[in-house]
């Protein structure tokens, strides 16, 4: 019954906790619970690692943002339109127009639609 269940920190609650921290301009915090959920052994998903790039977008952290972006890559989580256009938007913040250009192309090339965002960052 319901005394079984343990209740420990989820991927769900974690990517929610970092959502609320990133529309609360918290980037610090969000990059925090980021950090801490993969201590606890919880593998961000695309929800994690798309709140946690906008919240550093959104702070002017274009390096974290976009070492975010990568990383994601690199364990094989799919950037979705989200994560796409938060690193697109941080890198343009930074004045990094290049790389604001590699990732809309190659968003693109990843058949994902652009949206209205990464038209207009």
Do not use: D
């Given at each position: 019954?319901?005394?079984?269940?343990?209740?420990?920190?989820?991927?769900?609650s974690?990517?929610?906790?970092?959502?609320?921290?990133?529309?609360?301009?918290q980037?610090?915090?969000?990059?925090?619970?980021?950090?801490?959920?993969?201590?606890?052994?919880v593998?961000?998903?695309?929800?994690?690692?798309?709140?946690?790039?906008?919240?550093?977008?959104?702070?002017?952290?274009?390096?974290?943002?976009?070492?975010?972006?990568?990383?994601?890559?690199?364990?094989?989580?799919?950037?979705?339109?989200?994560?796409?256009?938060?690193?697109i938007?941080?890198?343009?913040?930074?004045?990094?127009?290049?790389?604001?250009?590699?990732?809309?192309v190659?968003?693109?090339?990843a058949?994902?639609?652009?949206?209205?965002?990464?038209?207009?960052?």
């Open positions: 019954g319901m005394q079984q269940i343990e209740v420990l920190p989820n991927v769900i974690y990517s929610s906790t970092i959502s609320a921290c990133e529309k609360g301009g980037w610090q915090r969000a990059l925090g619970l980021f950090v801490g959920m993969q201590q606890i052994e593998l961000p998903n695309v929800i994690s690692y798309s709140s946690t790039i906008s919240a550093c977008e959104k702070g002017g952290q274009w390096q974290r943002a976009l070492g975010l972006f990568v990383g994601m890559q690199q364990i094989e989580v799919l950037p979705n339109v989200i994560s796409y256009s938060s690193t938007s941080a890198c343009e913040k930074g004045g990094q127009w290049q790389r604001a250009l590699g990732l809309f190659g968003m693109q090339q058949e994902l639609l652009p949206n209205v965002i990464s038209y207009s960052s």
